[in-house]
């Protein structure tokens, strides 16, 4: 069992996952000379022992160092999406008022926030004109509060893409004002019907996507946008938008007379089946949307707007399929469109003062990395390291702050000036505790798979491993499958210390599929999400026991999600393994279509669905319950039990199979737990997964 030594005693313990401090929303006001952001913390629950909850503050630093940062939101309050007045003078951000977001304003110059908005339908995602004199929010209605609104909606009008309930109009469901009475009239037994779905005693789907993260919804929501004057103390919140649809607000025109959004306004397109989506521009007195960019079959989204209402920022990706979309900047005066030339996913985009460079954030080789775009030659530069993960950042005139992990600190803030050269730690969130703590760093490490592309790996030795001494090795797998995992990405940073901490070595790879790399790495795994990625995470695997530190007779291996897919697919494929970890993944891919709202990643990969006959041939030969009398490793399974992306049933397949052929496995289901329950789910379960999985693997490991 586990060495208690004092030795160990230094290791990073299961219950520093408590410690762990995240800052991220760096932002700085309008005129450069303070920032904020927030930073989340777990702390114990006052009224339940040994529960954890999740708690944000805001912060507020002076650019100029001159003052240390300060708290401005207390923990309890878990304030939400801050964003600047124009004058520098005030914040406004969200905070939960008897259930839903309402919008509050505080002063730099002290006092208690004012709340600003008391809207029924919640306010959300507050964004202020640059003159100060309006605030701008978005809020989410359902169909029904949609169709009765007498200021949305005062026609009373109804969509005009098919609601797709079989034989049923739409007046017929909202305009039937019959009194319910289960023995009388159609109208009065649809009435009846109608009331038993209000009250929860029956959900009636007719939606194509009716499945959440956590339950089952057949009603449809969408968001509109809203404008508040902040300079008439009885104005009342105006619609910005109307019809039923969903707008994105990106940005407010620095002139205050228009924004610029997201939508997709195809009145024949139910909303569950639309793949595309268009950039307008809506003036705030009224009238259509101006359509900017469009185009059949694609995604275009804008990201940004220059400060002086030129540019913009937008990517174009395909509607359906897998790939990396193109980003560009779009002249609104000139038309003039510009590709930045990088294959990667872009993340948080933010103009210069000048507006003639664009800096991003991008997932890549591992990191996530800070890159800066001119405009003048069309030239990209990296400012930030492949090993490092920019978490948030903003710049002013001279300066950059930014939110970032690295291997040796999950999260802290830095100012650095505009090449990133000087870079300063602002805050000791977590270097205080991590101090004296025993750390294991990883090594990055190369290699050519059989399609000729290169694949990077990572190899983490245990905490204070000795030369000439032999110890137990991990194969860890990252989920998607078109995630990326590397020194830079921070969801793992707490296992794989807490891991390599009790003595187990830890290799980790990106295989053909991941994101991070080319487009062609991407769709390497298409119509092959077993065969080929089990050959590139087990070739990292094998490289690594040639170093000779590793053990080869306690190997071990675990991955969630897709993960969980491919390491069930690799002990149907090989009994190398001591002991296996799948959690909440995907085992039969037939019937994850029908259970997971996840289920687009089955045509999107394997060109087809289950009752085609070449597409349901390909998806039973890629399923690892194809092939679960072939499992003979030792398994534990995870799933959240409210988890819809991938669905219970699932695990519970793997199970029982295996439980009836008599198999060593065990399973675990977490109440309430969803598929992010490791990353951002109930503390108390994340700390039991892991914990589980070591006691499970330590049965295996003598």
């Given at each position: 069992?586990?060495?208690?030594?004092?030795?160990?005693?230094?290791?990073?313990?299961?219950?520093?996952?408590?410690?762990?401090?995240?800052?991220?929303?760096?932002?700085?006001?309008?005129?450069?000379?303070?920032?904020?952001?927030?930073?989340?913390?777990?702390?114990?629950?006052?009224?339940?022992?040994?529960?954890?909850?999740?708690?944000?503050?805001?912060?507020?630093?002076?650019?100029?160092?001159s003052?240390?940062?300060?708290?401005?939101?207390?923990?309890?309050?878990?304030?939400?999406?801050v964003?600047w007045?124009?004058?520098?003078?005030?914040?406004?951000?969200?905070r939960?008022v008897k259930?839903?977001?309402?919008?509050?304003?505080?002063?730099?110059?002290?006092?208690?926030a004012?709340?600003?908005t008391?809207?029924?339908y919640?306010?959300?995602?507050?964004v202020?004109?640059k003159?100060?004199?309006t605030?701008?929010?978005?809020?989410?209605?359902?169909?029904?509060?949609?169709?009765?609104?007498?200021?949305?909606?005062?026609?009373?009008?109804?969509?005009?893409?098919?609601?797709?309930k079989?034989?049923?109009?739409?007046?017929?469901?909202?305009?039937?004002?019959?009194k319910?009475?289960?023995?009388?009239?159609?109208?009065?037994?649809r009435a009846?019907?109608?009331?038993?779905?209000?009250?929860?005693?029956?959900?009636?789907?007719?939606?194509?996507?009716?499945?959440?993260?956590?339950?089952?919804?057949?009603?449809?929501?969408?968001?509109?946008l809203?404008?508040?004057?902040?300079?008439?103390?009885d104005?009342?919140p105006?619609?910005?938008?109307?019809?039923?649809?969903?707008y994105?607000?990106?940005?407010?025109?620095?002139?205050?007379?228009?924004?610029?959004?997201?939508?997709d306004?195809?009145?024949?397109?139910?909303?569950?089946?639309?793949?595309?989506?268009?950039?307008?521009r809506?003036?705030?007195?009224?009238?259509?949307?101006e359509?900017i960019?469009?185009?059949?079959?694609?995604?275009?989204?804008?990201?940004?707007?220059?400060?002086?209402?030129?540019?913009?920022?937008?990517?174009?990706?395909?509607?359906?399929?897998?790939?990396?979309?193109?980003?560009?900047?779009?002249?609104?005066k000139?038309?003039?469109?510009?590709?930045?030339?990088?294959?990667?996913?872009?993340?948080?985009?933010?103009?210069?003062?000048?507006?003639?460079?664009l800096?991003?954030?991008?997932?890549?080789?591992?990191?996530?990395?800070?890159?800066?775009y001119?405009?003048?030659?069309?030239?990209?530069k990296?400012l930030?390291a492949?090993?490092?993960?920019?978490?948030s950042?903003?710049?002013?005139?001279?300066?950059?702050?930014?939110?970032?992990?690295?291997?040796?600190?999950?999260?802290e803030?830095?100012?650095?000036?505009?090449?990133?050269?000087?870079?300063?730690?602002?805050?000791?969130?977590n270097?205080?505790?991590?101090?004296g703590?025993?750390?294991?760093?990883?090594?990055?490490?190369?290699?050519?798979?059989?399609?000729g592309?290169?694949?990077?790996?990572?190899?983490?030795?245990?905490?204070g491993?000795?030369?000439?001494?032999?110890y137990?090795?991990?194969?860890?797998?990252?989920?998607?499958?078109s995630?990326?995992?590397?020194?830079?990405?921070?969801?793992?940073?707490?296992?794989?210390?807490?891991?390599?901490?009790?003595?187990?070595?830890?290799v980790?790879?990106?295989?053909?599929?991941?994101?991070?790399?080319?487009e062609?790495?991407l769709?390497?795994?298409?119509?092959d999400?077993?065969?080929?990625?089990?050959?590139?995470?087990?070739?990292a695997?094998?490289?690594?026991?040639e170093?000779?530190?590793?053990?080869?007779?306690?190997?071990?291996?675990?991955?969630?999600?897709?993960?969980g897919?491919?390491?069930?697919w690799?002990?149907?494929?090989?009994?190398?393994?001591?002991?296996?970890?799948?959690?909440?993944?995907?085992y039969?891919?037939?019937?994850?279509?029908?259970?997971?709202?996840?289920?687009?990643?089955?045509p999107?990969?394997f060109?087809?669905?289950?009752?085609?006959?070449?597409?349901?041939?390909?998806l039973?030969?890629?399923?690892?319950?194809?092939?679960v009398?072939?499992?003979?490793?030792?398994?534990?399974?995870?799933?959240?039990?409210?988890?819809?992306?991938?669905?219970?049933?699932?695990?519970?397949?793997?199970?029982?199979?295996?439980?009836?052929?008599g198999?060593?496995?065990?399973?675990?289901?977490?109440?309430?737990?969803t598929?992010?329950?490791?990353?951002?789910?109930?503390?108390?379960q994340?700390?039991?997964?892991?914990?589980?999985t070591?006691?499970?693997?330590e049965?295996?490991?003598?």
């Amino acid at each position: 069992m586990l060495d208690t030594s004092a030795q160990n005693k230094e290791r990073v313990l299961l219950s520093d996952l408590y410690q762990i401090k995240t800052a991220s929303n760096v932002k700085f006001s309008p005129d450069g000379k303070w920032y904020t952001y927030s930073v989340q913390s777990i702390v114990a629950n006052e009224t339940k022992t040994g529960e954890y909850d999740y708690q944000r503050q805001w912060f507020l630093a002076a650019s100029d160092f001159s003052a240390a940062p300060r708290a401005i939101t207390s923990q309890k309050e878990n304030s939400s999406y801050v964003c600047w007045s124009g004058d520098s003078r005030q914040l406004f951000f969200t905070r939960a008022v008897k259930g839903k977001s309402q919008v509050f304003s505080l002063s730099l110059n002290g006092g208690e926030a004012v709340q600003l908005t008391d809207f029924q339908y919640g306010a959300e995602k507050p964004v202020v004109s640059k003159d100060g004199k309006t605030l701008f929010f978005s809020a989410s209605l359902n169909l029904e509060e949609l169709e009765k609104d007498s200021v949305l909606n005062p026609q009373k009008a109804s969509p005009s893409w098919n609601l797709e309930k079989p034989e049923v109009t739409v007046l017929e469901i909202y305009t039937n004002s019959a009194k319910g009475n289960a023995d009388g009239s159609l109208k009065e037994i649809r009435a009846y019907l109608q009331q038993n779905e209000k009250e929860k005693k029956a959900k009636v789907f007719n939606r194509l996507d009716f499945q959440d993260e956590a339950i089952t919804n057949p009603e449809l929501n969408f968001t509109q946008l809203f404008t508040l004057s902040l300079v008439d103390p009885d104005a009342v919140p105006i619609s910005l938008t109307s019809g039923f649809y969903s707008y994105e607000l990106i940005a407010v025109s620095p002139d205050g007379k228009s924004v610029l959004v997201n939508a997709d306004l195809n009145p024949s397109v139910h909303p569950d089946r639309s793949t595309e989506s268009a950039i307008y521009r809506i003036n705030i007195n009224g009238g259509k949307p101006e359509l900017i960019l469009s185009g059949a079959g694609q995604q275009f989204k804008a990201t940004s707007i220059s400060g002086d209402g030129n540019w913009i920022s937008f990517t174009q990706t395909p509607g359906r399929g897998i790939n990396i979309g193109k980003t560009f900047v779009y002249n609104l005066k000139s038309k003039q469109q510009l590709q930045i030339p990088l294959e990667r996913n872009f993340n948080g985009v933010s103009w210069n003062r000048e507006n003639t460079q664009l800096y991003f954030t991008a997932s890549s080789n591992g990191g996530n990395v800070l890159y800066r775009y001119k405009l003048a030659d069309h030239s990209v530069k990296r400012l930030s390291a492949f090993d490092t993960g920019i978490t948030s950042f903003d710049i002013n005139k001279t300066q950059l702050v930014y939110s970032q992990m690295n291997t040796s600190d999950p999260s802290e803030v830095f100012a650095a000036d505009l090449l990133n050269k000087t870079p300063k730690q602002i805050t000791s969130l977590n270097t205080r505790w991590l101090k004296g703590k025993k750390l294991s760093y990883p090594v990055k490490k190369t290699f050519t798979n059989d399609q000729g592309m290169e694949v990077e790996y990572w190899v983490m030795k245990p905490a204070g491993a000795e030369a000439g001494h032999q110890y137990p090795v991990m194969l860890e797998i990252h989920g998607g499958p078109s995630a990326m995992w590397g020194p830079g990405e921070s969801s793992m940073w707490h296992e794989f210390q807490y891991y390599t901490g009790l003595g187990y070595g830890i290799v980790y790879a990106n295989p053909r599929g991941s994101g991070g790399y080319s487009e062609a790495f991407l769709r390497a795994n298409v119509k092959d999400w077993g065969a080929g990625p089990m050959r590139d995470v087990m070739k990292a695997l094998d490289l690594t026991i040639e170093e000779g530190w590793a053990d080869t007779t306690k190997q071990f291996i675990t991955g969630g999600s897709y993960a969980g897919y491919l390491t069930t697919w690799i002990i149907a494929h090989t009994n190398r393994f001591k002991a296996a970890c799948a959690q909440r993944g995907v085992y039969d891919l037939t019937t994850f279509f029908g259970e997971g709202n996840a289920w687009r990643l089955v045509p999107e990969y394997f060109g087809g669905y289950p009752w085609e006959k070449e597409a349901g041939k390909l998806l039973r030969a890629e399923s690892p319950f194809t092939y679960v009398d072939q499992i003979h490793t030792p398994l534990i399974i995870f799933h959240g039990e409210t988890d819809l992306r991938t669905g219970v049933v699932q695990s519970e397949m793997l199970y029982k199979a295996l439980k009836v052929l008599g198999r060593p496995v065990e399973y675990v289901r977490h109440p309430g737990g969803t598929h992010e329950l490791t990353r951002s789910g109930n503390n108390r379960q994340r700390a039991d997964q892991m914990l589980r999985t070591m006691e499970f693997f330590e049965r295996y490991k003598q």
